[in-house]
């Protein structure tokens, strides 16, 4: 039963002074020294729960391994993406009036080239390099190229639709298996609980999926599931929004879906009806969590575990906590798993 969290760029900005400019994710020196720092400020404050364990090393991260941003692949198609200090990088609509998806043009664009050179600086200095980079999903990528127009084109175009949506999942295929041929994984930085398990999860954001219906994802999202799901295993699916159980029959129809990430709100137990061998990644949810006591965080986790109904197809993590995240709630979700464990151990 792993856990993890992830933390919103607000709060390393305030506990731990990070900036996240540009120079955060492409300088080589900075790239090493943020997660170095990133990795202290775990062990100093959550150490006793095994984060931060890297602290004393300097790795060659090639990407922020410790926040939940998807920004790249859309930089590569044509969309602006905007750094700040305290936030994640923000993509910025293209606003194209169709989807035109070149993946040779994607490859030859600045922002990759950038990333090579940052690839090979670090190699160069270290040897190898580590981490992954969130590489989001295709409704993702499509809705920030073209906008709303996307689900007009379900009914208009649907062969072009399906054409161009091949297109970005070649884009991202070829991506994914770049950095994973440097670095060993693909979706750390999509959720950490992956990095608990032997083999790294090939994990398909699919944040925006709550914009559309289950026959639109069956007839032009689908495939490319089915596709990744049996050339890829572990295959995952990382689902935030707050209906994942809508899609449980879905889902289903994916033989080798090793791990779905659950948005908070969804139904549990229709999930794991449907997806039996499947494990069940249960996400916290960030923005409401210091409204809880200690007590009724710990009993919400402890539902949820029970409501999955298989403790070793079950993991917890709370992604995007902000500044305003107690301590002490993240120490409640950690104690609560352990004493899970310890329970599981007894029987």
């Known amino acids: 039963m792993p856990v993890d969290v992830v933390f919103h760029p607000s709060w390393w900005h305030r506990n731990a002074?990070?900036?996240?400019?540009?120079?955060f994710f492409?300088?080589?020196l900075k790239r090493v020294e943020s997660e170095k720092l990133m990795e202290q400020v775990l062990?100093?404050?959550?150490?006793?729960?095994?984060?931060?364990?890297n602290?004393?090393?300097d790795l060659p991260v090639i990407g922020a391994v410790h926040l939940a941003a998807g920004y790249i692949i859309q930089e590569m198609l044509g969309c602006e993406v905007v750094y700040r200090d305290d936030s994640p990088p923000q993509v910025l609509a293209a606003g194209l009036e169709k989807l035109d998806i070149d993946p040779e043009k994607a490859f030859n664009s600045a922002v990759f080239r950038k990333l090579v050179t940052l690839q090979e600086k670090l190699r160069s200095r270290y040897g190898y390099v580590t981490g992954d980079i969130n590489w989001g999903g295709v409704l993702n990528v499509a809705l920030d190229l073209v906008g709303e127009k996307v689900f007009t084109d379900f009914y208009i175009e649907p062969d072009e639709t399906k054409k161009q949506f091949n297109r970005i999942a070649e884009v991202i295929e070829r991506f994914v298996n770049g950095i994973s041929s440097l670095?060993?994984?693909t979706s750390v930085s999509v959720n950490r609980n992956v990095r608990h398990f032997e083999k790294p999860v090939y994990l398909h954001s699919e944040c925006t999926h709550t914009m559309i219906s289950t026959e639109?994802?069956?007839?032009f999202l689908l495939p490319v599931d089915l596709n990744w799901s049996q050339k890829y295993r572990p295959f995952g699916i990382h689902y935030c929004g707050k209906d994942p159980h809508r899609y449980a029959a879905s889902f289903g129809k994916i033989k080798n879906l090793d791990f779905l990430d659950v948005g908070w709100g969804g139904d549990i137990k229709i999930l794991r009806k449907h997806l039996p061998h499947t494990f069940l990644n249960i996400r916290l949810d960030p923005v409401t969590l210091n409204n809880y006591t200690d007590k009724e965080l710990s009993e919400t986790i402890k539902t949820l575990v029970a409501d999955s109904s298989n403790p070793w197809l079950t993991g917890v993590c709370c992604i995007n906590m902000d500044d305003n995240t107690e301590d002490g709630k993240v120490e409640t979700i950690f104690r609560t798993v352990e004493l899970l464990r310890t329970q599981l151990a007894k029987k």
């Open 55 to 57: 602290h004393h090393k």
């Open 43 to 53: 062990y100093d404050r959550f150490g006793q729960f095994g984060l931060g364990e």
């Open 183 to 185: 670095t060993g994984t």
């Open 216 to 219: 639109q994802y069956g007839e």
């Open 26 to 28: 492409y300088h080589p």
């Open 17 to 23: 002074g990070i900036t996240f400019d540009e120079d």
